[in-house]
């Protein structure tokens, strides 16, 4: 392939920079060229679409066979006014780092200019960087898949593009189109992440409306996500922590990372303070008498609160915050602890194990809590209060419900369902579940036997998964009864006779739980449990991990804390 040819080539996959075009507009007025192009290399629709001749209809070919003379001349003459055209160029390549090619592979290099219609490629180590006419700027991270690129609409197949959009009218927006939804901008800074099962969006300044394709839209404002996935509508919550972000940003799939200096004891109070709370262990009982904890997405943090039995009976809350990776103590302990009861004397409840008996209501911004073993109540009953904590006003509610309320006892487990607005709860008598909004219990099922298990909730699919003592069961919440069905899984054995942490990740459409060991990960439309190994994690709570594992939707990853005196963890799932 001669000079003129490979210029010619260029052209027309849009790829030409300012200075071939120079090259390329010289050449086009040899004889040489005048030749080639009538015996050689475009397409007759090329012609009539890039140099207005008007010309006969013939089937597509690379050959102009058959052209008149002067159709040949117009080619020759004006080929390089037509590549000046502003309609044609929409953008530049300021920026190349590694093996960047067009959508048919010819090779992109600084300074080309990019036509409507064309795709951009990254290869696994590569970078780009685009600049529209109209002053956006999209930056294309490694591995990423831009089907086609016009001045309104970006298609983007896969891999990481984060873009700053010039101020545009509300009639004429930039659209970056994904295969499972789009997101509309008037102007704005944002970050898409497109991967195999679902698309994440994240604003750091302006607003963008992100749809599922035949699904719900989510407004995503400055410093808030959402994603975007088959069976998954978008919601906007608060962005990644950007202490948090930095340290996460290197963790690869099925990795585990220690947070630096997060042990929860620096939060505690002080022992010589509140003396009559510190019975046989102290505070780190908070975390290894059987004690479960919540994730408070609305402010991203894991918060813990356990004890109880003969072993600590502090009734104070800790939250650790994802903003600057810290733990806090959100409430005081109550300094005279009333021993053996439910209510303490300033109404606050009791210190107790916690077990699974704890769960975040998203909706109204407060944590579920009862049941449990009570400090200095050996028989591990009664704990029957209906409690939530009000994270605004940081104080204790006994809600007082109706209904039939659960006996409840030291080994129960629950989990909130958005779709319900209900938190669900097992114990050794049965199902139940709390109406969060109407304040009433309602009991489905007489099951006796259900202790020491942990819940999660397949939102994506309207089901409670339970495990524990060896086996699986499933509820399914949108029949018309909800009740317990046996749900034999395979590959799951081991993982299914400890006292493990579970949860639901929507983006990888996995249940996901650890007790210690490998991670396991189910996979809700076959039934089988995958084993994943990762160096780094920490050594399991001996009496169980509960609810102190938890999804972070921000950093679509694993939150876990085993001990007062251990760094919280992160793990991150294959996807």
Known sequence: ??????????????????????ELAGLLESAEARELLVDDFFTIQTLREGLGAAVAERPRSRRWIGLTAAAVLVAAAGAFFFLQRPAAAIAHVTDVRGDVVSIKGVPITAGTTLLAGQGVKTAAAAAATIQFLDGTRVDLGADTTLDRIDSKRISIARGTTTAVVRPRPED??????????QATVLGTSLRLVVEKRATRLDVSEGKVRLERLAGKTALVEAGHFAVVAEGLDPVARRSVPAKAAELLRSMRPNSWLAAPET?????????????????????????????????????????????????????????????????????????????GKQINNDGTPACRGTYNGLAYVAHADRMFATGGAIAANA??????????????????????????????????????????????????????????????????????????????????????????????????????SPTLQPWKTTG????????????????????????????????????????????????????GIYGRWRYVPSLEAFVVVTDVDENVHFYRASR
């Open 172 to 181: 004429d927006p930039m659209v970056f189109v994904t295969p499972h939804g």
């Open 263 to 339: 042990r929860l004891r620096t939060a505690a109070p002080d022992p010589v303070q509140y003396p009559k709370i510190q019975l046989v262990s102290g505070v780190k009982s908070v975390i290894s008498a059987w004690s479960g904890g919540i994730y408070d997405t609305g402010r991203d943090r894991l918060v813990v609160w356990g004890g109880g039995a003969t072993t600590y009976a502090g009734n104070e809350l800790y939250g650790f915050r994802l903003d600057d990776l810290t733990w806090e103590r959100i409430t005081e302990p109550t300094a005279d602890p009333a021993l």
């Open 492 to 543: 799951g054995d081991a993982f299914l006779k400890g006292r493990p942490g579970l949860d639901y990740d929507p983006v990888a459409d996995r249940i996901v739980g650890w007790a210690g060991g490998p991670v396991y990960s189910l996979d809700p439309n076959t039934g089988v449990w995958t084993a994943q190994n990762a160096p780094g994690a920490p050594k399991p709570t001996e009496s």
């Open 379 to 480: 028989g591990n009953v009664g704990a029957d209060i209906t409690w939530m904590f009000d994270f605004q006003s940081r104080r204790w509610i006994d809600m007082k419900p109706a209904g039939s309320r659960p006996q409840t006892q030291a080994m129960n487990c629950c989990a909130a369902d958005p779709a319900t607005r209900k938190v669900w709860w097992l114990d050794g008598t049965g199902l139940f579940s709390y109406d969060v909004d109407a304040n009433r219990w309602t009991k489905h099922t007489q099951d006796a036997g259900f202790l020491d298990r942990t819940m999660a909730i397949d939102t994506k699919r309207g089901r409670i998964i339970v495990v524990g003592a060896g086996e699986v069961h499933t509820i399914d919440l949108r029949a018309a």
């Open 1 to 22: 392939m001669n000079r003129l040819q490979e210029l010619l080539l260029r052209w027309q996959d849009g790829v030409l920079t300012p200075g071939e075009s120079d």
